[in-house]
C-alpha cells in the first residue's frame, strides 16, 4: 500500500477508532473505458416553501451581500449550481405566504415578492446558474369556482406561463425547469396542456419537472406516450437516496427535486452529505436540492434553521454559515453542470467499510473529480425519511485511476471532518496532493469525513470577517410604510395567510400596507380548520409576554374586510395558522362592534360589545397585554380593561383582518408593556381634549 502525505496525516488522529475494529484496504476503479452513466444536473437550494427568505431581504447590504456570496459566488462557499423559487400563490405553505403575480384575474403584477430579487442575484454572482420554478398554491380564482387548480388546465397554464414570461420580460431571468403543484397531486391532462402552451409562447427551452412529490409518476410516463414527451425529468422529495424501477424503466433523469429539511448542525451536514454521494450512488438520481436554501424565518416558526445556513436577525446583521454550506462545496466547487459520473462499479459505488464514492468528468475528459463520504448511521440522520442501520469503520480506501485518467500524476484534495464527542469540526480544508504511482494512491478513512480528489485547481474556502453580534428585536419598533416601493412587502412582517403590499394611499398619508387577498386560496398546507377566511401577519420576538402594540386601520366599502384586529402572545404559525392562539382584538368598523378571543377563529371569545369606531375611516386600534390583564382602545378610548387567565404565555405580535378583503394599515407600532401604559394614558389625554373641543367648539347648524 502506498501511504501519502494525505493519509499519514490522520494515522494519528484515528488511533482510538482503530480499536473499534479493523481497517479495511479496498482497491476502487475509476475508469471510463466503458462508457460513462448519466449527465450531472446539479446541487441546489430552495427558496419557498415557504417565505423562507422572508428576513434575508432587509439585512444590512454588506452582510447580504456576503450571505449571498456564502450561497452562490462560484469557488466561494457552496457555489449552488440550481436556485428552486416559489411561484407565490398567497397561499400558506409552510412559513408563511409569497405574494402571487396575480391575486385576482384581472390583476398582473411583477414587483411584488422578493424571490425576484433572490434570483437576480444568484445570477449576478452565477451567471450558470439553473432556476427551476414551482407553485405551492394558487390565488382562489384560478379554481374558476373550486379550489382545485386543474379545474380548467388552460387557465393554470396560462397564470404560470405568466409568471416565466414576467421573469423574463421584466427581469432578463430564463426559467430553466417549471415544476407542476408540490407535493400535491399531478395531472396529466395539465402537464400536456403546460408543455403545449409553453411551446407555443415561446419557452420551448423550460423543461417541465414532475411531479415533485413521488416517484409514482413513472408508471403513466411508462404507459403515455405523450405524458412521456411532455415531462423532462421526474422530481422526487426526500427519497432517502432510492428510486423505483418503474422510475429508472423511463429512461428519464431522475432527481431529489426537494430533499435535506434537517436542522444544519453537524447531524444536518452528515445528512447533507451523504444524501449528495448515495442520492447517485443508490439511487442514480443527478440533482439534489435542499429545503431550504437559507433558514431566514422566525423562531420558532415550523422546521427552524433547516436551511443550508441561517439568518434571521435583519436588525442586528449577524447570520451563521453551517455546515452544509462546506459540505456542499466539496461537489460543487469541483464540478460543473452537465459533466458524467461515471459508471457504477467503475467509479460509482458503496465503499466496503461503509460510505459511498462518485466521481465525475467533464466533457473535454480534462478534469475528473471523487467525491468520498463516511458517514456514520446516527451522525447522518436526515428529518425524513427513516434511515435503516448500518455500519461505518475506518478503512484504506486504494484509488486506481484507469482509461482516460491512468496517466494522471497527483489529485488536489479537500478534506472536512464533523466533530462529535467533544472533536472540533474540520470544514472544507485543502490538504497536500494526493500522488500517484501507476494511477494508484491511497488514502486513510475515518468516520464523518467527506473528501474530495480532483484535478480542478480553483477551489477556495471564502471568508469574510465574523458578523455583528445577535440581537433581540428592537423595541420600540415603528413603521409607517412610506419607505418601501409601491407593491413591496412590509420588511418583518411575515404574512401567514394573506398578503400585505405597500401602496399609495391617496392622501396626505403617504404609502401604507394593505391586506389584498379577497377569497380563499387554493392551499398547499392541509389543516382540518384551512377554510378559515382570514389573514395573519406576525412579527418580532415569539418570547414576548407582556408588550403594548397599535397601528392605526381603514376598512372601505369595495371588496372590503369585515374587520380588522391585533394581536399578542400569538402561537400556532405555519400550517397551524388558522389556529392561531393568543390575544386577538377585532374590531369592526360597520358594525362599531368589537371581539376579544382567545383564537383567531373566534371560537374562544373572552369579550364583546359595541365600540365607538369611524365608520369608513381610520381607527386607532391599541392593545395592551400585561401578566393576565388585557387593556383595549379605539382612538384612544377605553374599550375594555379585563383579565384573561387563559391566555398563553408568550408569542409574537400580529395584525390581520376577520375575513380576506382589502384593509389599510399605518402607523404600526411595538413597545414595552411600561411604555404602552404610558401611551394608553396619552392617548385617553388626546381623546378626551378632542372630545371637549368638539362638544364647545362645533360649528352652528343653520
Known sequence: MHLTAVSLAFVAALSSALAVGPWRATTYDFDDSSGLGRQYDGIGGLS?????????????????????????????GASLQILKVEIGGDAQSTDGTEASHMHNSWDENYQR???????????????????????????????????????????????I??????????????????????????????????????????????????????????????????LAAAVDYIGCHYPGTLSTDDALKTGKQLWASEDYST????????????????????????????????????????????????????????????????????????????????????????LEGGGSYVALVSPDKKDFTIIVETMSHNHSLCIRPPLPAYDV??????????????????LNVWYSKLGFDGQQSIMFQKKDALQLKNGMGSASLGMDEVYTFTTVTTGDKGQYDA???????????????????????PYNLAPQTGSLEAVS??????????????????????????????????????????????????????????????????????????????????????????????????????????VSSEVMDWNKISLL????????????????????????????????????GLADFDNFMITTASDGRRIMRENEERAHAKAKHTLYFEPEKH
Open 467 to 489: 458578523p455583528p453580534p445577535s440581537k433581540s428585536f428592537p423595541l420600540p419598533y415603528s413603521d409607517n410604510f412610506d419607505s418601501y416601493a409601491i407593491s413591496e412587502e
Open 505 to 610: 394611499s391617496n392622501s396626505a398619508r403617504g404609502k401604507i400596507a394593505r391586506q389584498t387577498v379577497l377569497q380563499t386560496p387554493a392551499y398547499w398546507c392541509r389543516t382540518a380548520s384551512d377554510t378559515i377566511n382570514k389573514s395573519l401577519t406576525v412579527i418580532g420576538n415569539f418570547n414576548w409576554s407582556d408588550i403594548y402594540v397599535e397601528v392605526e386601520a381603514l376598512v372601505g366599502k369595495v371588496n372590503a374586510t369585515d374587520g380588522v384586529f391585533v394581536a399578542a402572545r400569538v402561537q400556532n404559525g405555519g400550517c397551524q395558522s388558522y389556529s392561531a392562539k393568543g390575544i386577538f382584538f377585532f374590531v369592526f368598523p360597520a358594525q362599531q362592534y368589537y371581539i376579544i378571543s382567545y383564537d383567531l377563529a373566534r371560537t374562544q371569545q373572552i369579550s364583546s360589545g359595541a
Open 393 to 410: 469503520v475506518p478503512q484504506t480506501m486504494n484509488i486506481q485511476l484507469k482509461g482516460s485518467f491512468a496517466n494522471i500524476k497527483e
Open 161 to 226: 406561463i405568466r409568471w416565466i414570461n414576467g421573469a423574463k420580460t421584466v427581469y432578463g431571468l430564463t426559467m430553466d425547469f417549471v415544476g407542476i403543484w408540490n407535493e400535491r397531486p399531478y395531472n396529466s391532462t395539465y402537464i400536456k396542456t403546460l408543455r403545449k402552451m409553453l411551446d407555443a409562447r415561446g419557452f420551448s427551452n423550460t423543461r417541465i419537472v414532475a411531479p415533485d412529490g413521488a416517484w409514482t409518476i413513472s408508471k403513466d410516463i411508462n404507459k403515455d406516450p405523450a
Open 113 to 159: 415578492g422578493y424571490e425576484w430579487w433572490l434570483m437576480v442575484e444568484a445570477k449576478k454572482r452565477n451567471p450558470n446558474i439553473k432556476l427551476y420554478c414551482l407553485p405551492w398554491g394558487f390565488p382562489g380564482w384560478v379554481g374558476q369556482g373550486s379550489r382545485n387548480p386543474y379545474q380548467v388546465p388552460e387557465v393554470t397554464a396560462d397564470y
Open 625 to 660: 397585554v400585561t401578566g393576565t390583564t388585557i387593556q383595549g382602545q379605539v382612538n384612544g378610548k377605553s374599550v375594555f380593561n379585563i383579565q384573561a387567565p387563559k391566555m398563553t404565555k408568550n408569542g409574537f405580535v400580529a395584525i390581520g383582518t376577520d375575513t380576506y
Open 263 to 350: 436542522y444544519n448542525d453537524e447531524v444536518g451536514g452528515g445528512c447533507w452529505a451523504r444524501i449528495l454521494n448515495k442520492n447517485y450512488a443508490v439511487g442514480r438520481m443527478t440533482a439534489t436540492i435542499s429545503w431550504n436554501l437559507i433558514a431566514s424565518y422566525y423562531n420558532p416558526l415550523p422546521f427552524f434553521r433547516d436551511g443550508l445556513m441561517t439568518a434571521v436577525e435583519p436588525w442586528s446583521g449577524n447570520y451563521n454559515v453551517d455546515t452544509p454550506i462546506w459540505l456542499s462545496a466539496h461537489t460543487t466547487q469541483f464540478t460543473q453542470v452537465g459533466w458524467k459520473y461515471l459508471e457504477h462499479g467503475a467509479g460509482v459505488g458503496l
Open 48 to 76: 419557498g416553501g415557504g417565505a423562507t427568505s422572508k428576513l434575508l431581504v432587509n439585512y444590512p447590504e454588506k452582510e447580504r451581500n456576503e450571505i449571498l456570496d456564502y450561497l452562490f459566488k462560484p469557488n466561494f
